[in-house]
């Protein structure tokens, strides 16, 4: 019940955010109007910085963190992702490093810019040993210009050897 709660606390918060507009386009020194930059483009490299949560359905590795990802989009709807967080454990600081497929799906949305996302990834977890775990979850992005996203996601992990986990994340995104 716990992580349902953060899931839906999570998610509410990430829409929340969804009612402002993409600023308009600039003019340029000559005053004339340059086309509006995409919100998603086509090719991209992006740098999340988040906080999370991971339930391990037990008190032993369960906790509040955070992490850094490089996400790197080579298709407007598929991207390659590299990521590490850590986490409060029972005993330790527990360690997760991944590397997954995104697809995403990005619309406009009365002015509003949306991407809604599944990921898979494969990783290692360390505390006490070290683990191997598949993790499967999705997300929702909101792209508040084309070089700043505000995202929320939750993926489940399946790990080798010890407790399955939950972790619920939310961050900013930086896109270059």
Known sequence: MKTLTTVVLATLAAHSFAGQEIAPPSASSKGVVDPAEPAFGEVELQVD????????GSSDGDGFGGGLAIDYFFHRNFGLSLDTNASE???????????????????????????????????????????????LGGGLEWRVNPHLGLFTEATYGFVQDDADFVNIRAGVRFVF
């Open 49 to 56: 910085a988040y906080g999370t949560y991971v339930d391990a």
């Open 89 to 135: 454990g029972d005993s330790d600081t527990v360690w997760q490093h991944s590397v997954g497929l995104i697809g995403r799906y990005p619309f406009e949305l009365n002015g509003v810019f949306l991407s809604p996302y599944l990921k898979i990834a494969g990783g290692i977890q360390s505390q006490d040993g070290t683990d191997a775990f598949l993790a």
